[in-house]
């Protein structure tokens, strides 16, 4: 039965080893799909990204160029409302509006008359000259922006808006209002992604910028030039992209957007040209990542649900295989074994048996055919459970004796079947010998009063193959004649078919 | 015997670099000592405190010092000093702000480490009515009377005009391709992108159409050698004709590798003075200016306006550019000049 035992194990690795590269294929498939999933999720993103930051920074530069206007406007209608005035002596008008700065947002106001005499204050002539300032206000059409410049009054950045205005009688001058850089700066203030938003003022000329906003505090408001801190931090794939960016910018296009590398970080970056402050562009960029880290989140979220379910997949799918190998198992037990004995039944017996006989000429086996003796007076005397027990205990006797190299069957009531894979008759009648042994012990209950002088026997006919049967049904036929015979001389023993009187 | 020489020199200047490294190091673990006397300490006479970014091993710092001693000696008043050892160290500012307002300074002169991290003690010392005056660098706030400062977007104007200037004297073609060069040491330190960003103002306004600047901008990373390494790759462009450098370091590269490869056909124009640039301003064969700032002036009027503005005086401006000079052969015999040089 070991043997028997053996060969469904092999059955079970086979069928283990199927399960198991079930497994394999089906974990391929569904990383394959994780993997095509990422990359089509991860392609969404960087195209959404960069759509996005696109949009965010145009939004930013019109939103800055919208608050420019609106200063420029004031400015415009200041000078409106001084050439409404017609005033024939600037000095004194000078005088006048000079004196009256406070709680205005700009830092001073001053004039420009026809022939450019200045009326400013001494540190403000001394900037003119220093930054060449009627130059800037020469380009007044009819509104012009300095570049910025440090302010000596007020030790800040500041930048110089030139309005035109006219004076006594047609006369054409310029009126000039100087503001705080900070003014632009919190033009440039957004309630979101203030951390990630860099916004700067820059010159096409010269490449010069100047940071309005960005996560550095301690840069906002200084210079800085855009080959130095762009262009060379850029990685080498993207340098053409940029360059035809600052073309675009040089050669006057509006506005422009180009997406660029610095490491493992994508940047999308958008200039748009300032009214009046000519040659001068707002220009804003924003990391990717800084749109992307609340969907990379749910990313994160999706992987570690998908990680779950398929970890919880294949857990379940282990689980319902040891179940149904085991729901298997018993089934089959139940099909091939005797309930009561454990030994196989007759039809298992049957189709075992014969598969081994058709092995070939060189099979070798004896059958064996075992009738307990008067085990119906077992019943009757000691009861059904008794007769259970002794047929349980002369199965176990079998197997101990047969296990090894045998199928054992119990064929019917208190019948048992055994072929032996061998056809050593002698071998077998010792075999058989030990097994009267073994029975002599065997009792009905553990109470000696109770049994007395009870002692189990049983009669055996005994066929080999092939001599005495090549097939199973002319074996069997065989022993049961041996065993006929066995029962008929007064039982308690075993013989052989080929010792038996030839039938006359 | 010269490889042999390179070698030994290579290795002694890898050990000075290892032991400058390791000052520096213990350096940044030092905090700023307590005030010390720059002059006579006499009773009775106003106290003024003076806080430098640079205490020690800086000649820029220590002319900024002299200046300060020489008008607490010329003035009449007391001087007490101090600082951090790096430019970083702006806790150490913030404390030694504490100290001169607890030790009753009747005026405090800074140089501050932080623009934007040391506001907040300045508007306190300001509030408490002493007067401050800045000097070297700006802070983020208003609370403050004057500062004194080299600005530095107009020095770097400074040096393009005076490189078109050079240029103009080599007799460049305008009409024919040109190229000039730029060297910084950092790209970070603010001096050095004012006065790239006012270079590169100037320039794209007067430059002729057909003269650029290479927009590979060289940063030797305050590396002596690797200045030598920048100065020569720069070299190599054919139409090259100018060199900027935009610190000492970057000067100095230059200097040395124009005089090894006598290239008197490139225009130099430098910032500060050292023995290599000095060394090419004083061969008329090249064409060479530097461009110095007048940090002497910043430790002289910085203590000179403390006791002004202690004796009630106002500023009307808040701002005042100590300018720089521009040495080169025609203006090095120059009374100013030798003035500003004397201080260097």
Redesign the interface.
């Given at each position: 039965m070991k043997k028997k035992g053996s060969m469904s194990h092999s059955d079970e690795i086979n069928e283990n080893i199927s399960f198991f590269r079930m497994l394999v294929i089906y974990l391929l498939i569904c990383g394959i799909g994780v993997i095509l999933l990422l990359v089509s999720f991860d392609s969404l993103i960087r195209n959404h990204d960069r759509k996005l930051t696109a949009d965010i920074c145009t939004l930013v530069t019109e939103k800055m160029n919208n608050s420019i206007r609106y200063m420029t406007s004031a400015a415009q209608n200041m000078a409106d409302v001084f050439s409404a005035q017609n005033c024939d002596d600037l000095q004194e008008l000078y005088d006048t509006v000079s004196q009256a700065q406070e709680n205005s947002s700009y830092v001073s106001l001053g004039f420009i008359d026809a022939e450019q005499k200045i009326y400013a204050t001494p540190?403000e002539l001394e900037e003119f000259e220093?930054w060449r300032l009627l130059e800037t206000a020469d380009l007044a059409d009819p509104i012009s922006i300095s570049?910025p410049?440090?302010?000596?009054?007020?030790?800040?950045p500041v930048y110089t808006m030139f309005a035109h205005f006219t004076y006594d009688n047609g006369k054409k001058g310029y009126l000039f209002l100087t503001y705080p850089l900070k003014e632009i700066q919190a033009m440039a203030y957004t309630e979101s992604l203030t951390k990630d938003t860099e916004i700067w003022l820059m010159?096409a000329?010269?490449?010069?910028i100047i940071q309005c906003a960005g996560s550095n505090?301690?840069?906002i408001?200084?210079?800085?030039?855009a080959?130095?801190?762009m262009?060379?931090q850029i990685d080498a794939a993207d340098q053409n992209a940029y360059i035809q960016w600052k073309n675009k910018m040089n050669s006057g296009e509006k506005n422009a957007s180009v997406t660029y590398h610095i490491g493992s970080e994508t940047y999308t970056q958008v200039y748009s040209d300032i009214d009046f402050m000519y040659g001068w562009y707002v220009v804003v960029r924003i990391p990717s990542s800084s749109l992307s880290s609340a969907i990379q989140q749910f990313r994160k979220s999706v992987m570690l649900f998908l990680s779950v379910l398929l970890v919880a997949t294949v857990i379940l799918f282990i689980l319902s295989h040891k179940r149904e190998a085991e729901e298997k198992r018993v089934l089959e037990n139940l099909s091939i074994h005797d309930p009561l004995t454990s030994v196989m039944n007759r039809r298992a017996f049957d189709f075992a048996a014969e598969k081994y006989l058709a092995r070939g000429a060189k099979t070798e086996a004896s059958l064996l055919f075992l009738d307990v003796d008067y085990f119906k007076q077992v019943n009757d005397r000691f009861g059904h459970d008794a007769g259970d027990r002794i047929l349980k205990e002369f199965s176990a006797a079998l197997r101990e004796l047969f296990g090894e190299t045998s199928y054992i069957s119990r064929y019917g009531g208190d019948e048992f079947v055994i072929l032996v894979r061998s056809a050593d008759t002698v071998k077998v009648s010792e075999l058989l010998t030990h097994l009267q042994k073994k029975a002599e012990k065997i009792k009905p209950c553990d109470d000696p009063e109770e049994y007395g002088d009870f002692t189990l026997t049983f009669s055996c006919g005994a066929a080999v193959f092939p001599k005495d049967g090549d097939h199973l049904q002319e074996l069997k036929a065989s022993a049961d004649s041996a065993l006929y015979l066995v029962k008929k001389n007064g039982r308690n023993h075993f013989g052989w078919y080929f010792d038996m009187p030839p039938v006359k | 015997m010269k490889r042999i020489l390179a070698g030994l020199f290579s290795i002694v200047l890898c050990g000075l670099t290892t032991s400058c490294q390791t000052h520096e190091n213990a350096q940044t673990e030092r905090s700023a000592p307590d005030f010390m006397p720059l002059t006579e300490i006499v009773d009775g006479r106003d106290n003024v405190y003076l806080i430098v970014k640079v205490l020690e091993n800086s000649s820029y710092w220590d002319v900024i010092i002299e200046g300060a001693r020489d008008a607490g000696n010329a003035l009449g008043c007391n001087v007490y000093y101090s600082g951090s050892y790096v430019e970083t160290d702006w806790a150490s500012h913030e404390r030694l702000l504490g100290e001169a307002s607890a030790a009753g300074a009747d005026a405090i002169v800074l140089a501050p480490d932080d623009s934007v991290n040391l506001s907040g003690k300045i508007d306190e010392i300001y509030q408490e009515g002493i007067p401050l005056v800045l000097i070297d660098t700006i802070a983020n706030t208003d609370n403050y009377d004057v500062c004194y400062m080299t600005d530095n977007l107009m020095a770097g104007q400074e040096a393009a005009k005076e490189m078109l200037s050079l240029l103009e004297k080599q007799g460049t073609d305008t009409s024919a391709p040109a190229q000039v060069g730029i060297q910084v040491g950092a790209t970070s330190s603010l001096t050095i992108i004012e006065r790239l960003a006012g270079f590169f103002q100037y320039w794209s306004k007067y430059a002729p159409p057909s003269w650029e600047v290479i927009p590979d901008i060289k940063c030797n990373e305050g590396d002596t050698e690797k200045a030598l390494v920048c100065a020569e790759e720069l070299l190599e462009y054919p139409d090259l004709k100018g060199v900027f450098g935009a610190n000492n370091g970057s000067t100095v590269g230059f200097a040395k590798v124009i005089r090894e490869q006598e290239r008197k056909d490139i225009a130099v124009v430098g910032f500060d003075y050292s023995e290599e640039i000095a060394g090419l301003i004083m061969d008329d064969d090249y064409t060479v200016s530097t461009i110095l700032q007048k940090q002497y002036d910043m430790g002289y009027q910085g203590v000179e306006t403390a006791l002004s503005l202690k004796d009630g005086e106002e500023m009307p401006v808040k701002f005042i550019d100590t300018g720089v000079i521009v040495v080169d052969q025609d203006t090095i015999g120059q009374e100013d000049v030798q003035e500003v040089l004397s201080h260097n």
């Open positions: 540190t220093k570049a410049y440090r302010s000596g009054e007020i030790g800040q010159e000329a010269s490449d010069n505090t301690y840069s408001g200084s210079w800085n030039n080959l130095l801190s262009r060379m | -």
